[in-house]
C-alpha cells in the first residue's frame, strides 16, 4: 500500500473535494497537480468508457494562453502544423519540438479569438518555453497559465449527458469544435475532444471556485445514463493508438521525433512559415526517420499495465516497448514502443519484462 504525500508544492484541481467525496482511490501527478488515477473499480470504469458514459477530472491538463496582437505569430512558430486556416471555434492536435526535432508536448491547440490560443498541453512545462521564446523574439503577446480547469465525459452515451446540460444543438459539435457558454451561469467552454476514442466533451471550467458545482451538475445530469467517475483509461487508449506524450516519448527518458511517432504528415516543411525545429526535421525528413512506432502483441498470461521495457533481439536490445497490459477486448497483452526502422515488420522479438523474456510480434496501431 503506497500513498503520495500532499504537499504545498503539488496543487489540487477545482474538482478536488468532489472527487474524494465520491470515492478516489489513488492519484497521480501531472503538471504538478494531483490528478485521479481510479475510484476503486477500474474495470467498471474501462466499461463505462466503452458502452456508457465516465466522468473525469483532467484540471491537470493545464491551459498556456498565448495573448496579444502577435499571439498567432508565436504559436505557429511553436508548432510545426501549418495554422494559416484554422477558424475561431477550431481546434487542432499541434505537435511541438525543441530545436532539434524532438517531441516536447502534443497539445491541443483552441483558438478562441484571433488574438488569443490556449493550448491544452500534456505533462510538461510549456509555459516557460512559450513564455521565454516569446520574450527573446520580443513579440507583443502574453503568455500565462488562466484559470481554466477542464471535466471531460466520455463515451457511448456522453453525447446525451451533454445534450441533457447544453441542448440538442451539440449534437453538430465536429470533433475539436467548441464554443464559448456557461451552465447554471458557471463560464466554460465546451469541447467535442478527449483523451479516447469513445466520443466526448470537455468542460473548460473558467472559474475554479465553482469546481464542485460544476461536478455535481454533470453527475446529476448523467444519473440517468448511470454515469460515475473515473480516469483517463491507459488500456483504452493502448487499444485505440492514441499517442501519449509522457508514456510513449518524453524528452528527458525516452525521447522521438514526429516522424517516428507517425506525426510526419503534421509537420509542414513547405508552408512558407519558421518554427522551432524547422532545420532538423528538414534533414530528419531527408534522411528518413531511425525508429518507426508499432504496435506489440506481447505472448503469455494476462498482464498488469507495465512501464517502459526493452526490445531484444537476441542478446541485442534494439527498442522498447514504452507502456503495454492486457485488453480484455482483444484477450491479449498489446503494447506499443519504438523499434528500429529497418527491421523486419515481419519478425518477432522478445520482449523482457522483470528479468523474464516473452516473445512479441509486431502490428500496425490502432488495434481496435
Known amino acids: ?44 470504469e474501462y466499461d463505462r468508457l466503452l458502452n456508457g458514459v465516465v466522468m473525469w477530472d483532467v484540471a491537470a491538463q493545464r491551459q498556456v494562453e498565448l495573448r496579444g496582437p502577435d499571439a498567432g505569430r508565436l504559436v505557429q512558430y511553436l508548432t510545426p ?39 491544452s498541453v500534456a505533462d510538461s512545462d510549456i509555459h516557460l518555453w512559450a513564455a521565454a521564446i516569446g520574450q527573446e523574439k520580443g513579440w507583443d503577446v502574453a503568455v500565462s497559465e488562466p484559470d481554466v480547469s477542464p471535466l471531460a465525459i466520455q463515451g457511448p452515451k456522453s453525447e446525451d449527458v451533454a445534450a441533457k446540460l447544453f441542448g440538442e444543438h451539440i449534437r ?5 469544435g467548441f464554443a464559448e457558454t456557461d451552465l447554471n451561469g458557471i463560464p466554460l467552454v465546451l469541447a467535442r475532444s478527449g483523451w479516447s476514442k469513445q466520443g466526448g466533451f470537455e468542460l473548460y471550467l473558467r472559474d475554479s471556485a465553482r469546481g464542485a458545482e460544476l461536478w455535481d451538475l454533470v453527475k446529476d445530469a448523467g444519473q440517468d445514463f448511470d454515469i460515475g467517475p473515473g480516469a483517463p483509461n491507459d488500456t483504452e487508449r493502448l487499444e485505440s493508438g492514441l499517442i501519449s506524450y509522457g508514456a510513449d516519448m518524453r524528452l528527458q527518458i525516452h525521447r522521438a521525433n514526429p516522424f517516428e511517432m507517425g506525426l510526419g504528415k503534421l509537420v509542414d516543411l513547405d508552408g512558407g512559415f519558421d518554427f522551432v525545429g524547422k532545420n532538423a526535421l528538414a ?19 494476462p498482464t498488469p499495465p507495465g512501464h517502459q521495457v526493452p526490445i531484444m533481439s537476441g542478446n541485442e536490445e534494439i ?47 490502432p488495434f481496435l
Open 1 to 44: 500500500m503506497y500513498s503520495i504525500g500532499i504537499g504545498p508544492n503539488l496543487r489540487k484541481s477545482a474538482y478536488f473535494d468532489a472527487t474524494v467525496r465520491d470515492g478516489v482511490r489513488s492519484f497521480s501527478v501531472y503538471n504538478h497537480m494531483l490528478i485521479p488515477g481510479h475510484f476503486g473499480d477500474p474495470d467498471a
Open 172 to 176: 453538430n459539435f465536429k470533433y475539436f
Open 81 to 119: 502544423r501549418n495554422l494559416s486556416k484554422t477558424r475561431v471555434g477550431q481546434g487542432r492536435y499541434v505537435p511541438l519540438c525543441d530545436y532539434d526535432g524532438w517531441v516536447i508536448n502534443d497539445p491541443v491547440l483552441l483558438k478562441l479569438a484571433d488574438d488569443l490560443y490556449w493550448l
Open 319 to 365: 527498442g522498447f516497448v514504452s507502456e503495454f497490459a492486457f485488453s480484455k477486448r482483444l484477450g491479449k497483452n498489446i503494447g506499443v514502443g519504438l523499434i528500429p526502422s529497418e527491421f523486419d515488420p515481419a519478425a518477432s522479438f522478445d520482449v523482457q519484462v522483470d528479468g523474464a523474456r516473452y516473445s512479441a510480434a509486431q502490428t500496425s496501431v
Open 283 to 301: 534533414r530528419i525528413a531527408q534522411d528518413g526517420p531511425a525508429r518507426r512506432h508499432t504496435g506489440v502483441i506481447i505472448a503469455g498470461d
